[in-house]
């Protein structure tokens, strides 16, 4: 079993900063490629970002490319999402997710996710 526990969310102008994190716990964590998604209300949830088990490898939706990174701790064991120059549309709920095999866009290949954390950004 992996645990997740998101922090970071909050609301922020258009065009500023946010730093999520995720704390993944359980013996095997470190074996499984995190990821990040998001869902904003009356919508599917998306993929946002991915980043392998060594931390060597990310991947992003089109739209996050440029403003977001993703990052992976192993001393702390944490993963994090620097979003910047945020938007309206960035507005929604970002859920941590874990998996071992499968394809990070396919939300069904996810194994664990975690509450999700609330990102507000105000025009």
């Known amino acids: 079993q992996v645990q997740l526990v998101e922090s970071g969310g909050g609301l922020v102008q258009t065009g500023g900063s946010l730093r999520l994190s995720c704390a993944p716990s359980?013996?095997?964590?470190?074996?499984?490629?995190m990821g990040w998604f998001r869902q904003a209300p009356g919508t599917e949830r998306e993929f946002v970002a991915a980043i392998s088990r060594g931390g060597t490898t990310a991947s992003y939706a089109d739209s996050m490319k440029g403003r977001f990174t993703i990052s992976r701790d192993s001393a702390k064991n944490t993963v994090y999402l620097r979003m910047n120059t945020l938007k309206p549309e960035d507005t929604a709920v970002y859920y941590c997710?874990?998996?071992?095999?499968?394809?990070?866009?396919?939300?069904?290949?996810?194994?664990?996710w975690g509450q999700g954390t609330q990102v507000t950004v105000s025009s």
């Open positions: 359980g013996r095997t964590s470190s074996s499984y490629a």
């Open positions: 997710a874990a998996r071992l095999v499968g394809s990070e866009t396919n939300v069904r290949d996810w194994s664990y």
